[in-house]
């Protein structure tokens, strides 16, 4: 006995021709939906870097001979305290150099440029920078006080990592 033929796909062909159907509405939806957010001028996630997504400032009292980041954490340093920052950047930066700023946070909630923008030499093919100095050396340079870093890359008009430290002028007992 002949089976009859019926008209239309079979039950796997139904089946995806479903899923398909599904996608396709999933993209005209997005579709939709993103055109209607650039006519109405919402802005568009791009890559540089927001007071949120700043990369952070590890400040510590030395380097680790290996990783090369900053250590024994702290962000108050004395008078003849070492004093040391890095920064962990996802990917090596491909510079040599980045610009530091430091800014005096004052009291009144003003803040002052103790240092502007000046370059440091880094590794280019590090994801890893970082930095060690004596405390008295910026306590002699700024003062005592409360400061921001901030870290540039050449050209760039925002900083990508920021962070915050002390520094005090109580001298380290002997």
Known sequence: MAAERRGGPGPRARTWLGWAAAALGVGVVAFVVGRAGSEAGLPSPDASPTAA???PITYGAALDPVSGEAIQPTDRFRDGDPFAYSVRMPA????????????????DATETVAQPPSEQGIVPTSAVFAFEVQASTLLDAWGPGTYAMR?????GSDPFAEGRFTLVDTPVAS
């Open 53 to 55: 997504g700043l990369l």
């Open 92 to 107: 090596p930066p491909g510079v040599d150099t980045i610009l530091v700023e430091i800014i005096r946070l004052n009291d």
């Open 151 to 155: 870290i540039y890359l050449p050209g």
